[in-house]
């Protein structure tokens, strides 16, 4: 795994002892499974009591380090073994280490489906679907007669296996411009394959 020096830094600076005590780091350590694995958290977690005594952008920048390196580790799937080898490489002590290979392993199943949803292709377009519009007065009761298209992409993502679908409206002008600029990577597309 590869860190920016910016996380080795925030993370050796939760390493210490003197920047965090047991209780803060165990605190700080779940606000960061927290802040991953749960859409509704906010920054809420990292006002806890037990964290007030911490200056405020260095709570942000371990959090941030820790969160980074949470989702590198669920990314390459790592043991515990090779967790504690690199948590001992950054200077965490033995208990600081047990804590957290136990809060790893605890959510470890949740933190790698995570990632496995969010995905690694582009949605395939696999149909479109218009209809005309004609737009004849605004809620304020305007006249507007105009005409307006409604467009809606049936795309395809590989990974989930779902099938959503994109809808948009849209002007003649706009449009056309669309369907210009499709056809413009058609013929790129094809004039790539041909070399």
């Known amino acids: 795994m590869e860190l920016s020096e910016y996380v080795q830094r925030g993370f050796q600076t ?18 960061a499974f927290q802040s991953l694995l749960d859409a509704r958290a906010d920054e809420a977690a990292l ?27 669920g990314k390459h799937r790592v043991d515990k073994s090779t967790l504690s080898t690199y948590l001992e490489d ?12 136990t809060e790893y392993q605890n959510n470890k199943n949740s933190l790698e489906t995570l990632l496995g949803s969010i ?15 004609y737009q004849i007065k605004t809620n304020q009761l305007h006249k507007m007669y105009r005409p307006g298209y409604l467009v809606t ?18 002007s003649m002008e706009e449009l056309q411009d669309l369907v210009g600029k ?14």
């Not at 995905?119 to 519009?133: F, I, K, Q, Y």
């Not at 058609?186 to 070399?195: F, V, Y």
Request: net charge negative; aromatic share 6%; glycine share 2%.
């Open 14 to 31: 939760l390493a210490d002892p003197g920047s965090f005590d047991s209780n803060a780091f165990a605190l700080l350590l779940r606000a």
């Open 47 to 73: 006002d806890h009591p037990g964290l007030k005594h911490i200056d405020p952008v260095v709570l942000k920048h371990c959090h941030a380090a820790a969160a980074t390196y949470l989702l590198e580790a």
């Open 90 to 101: 950054c200077k965490f002590d033995q208990d600081r280490i047990e804590i957290f290979c």
């Open 119 to 133: 995905g690694r292709a582009l949605p395939h377009v696999t149909d479109v679907s218009w209809r005309l519009e």
């Open 153 to 170: 992409l049936n795309v395809e993502n590989s990974d989930s296996q779902s099938h959503p679908e994109i809808s948009f409206s849209c």
């Open 182 to 195: 499709l056809k413009d990577a058609s013929k790129s597309l094809e004039r790539a394959t041909q070399l």
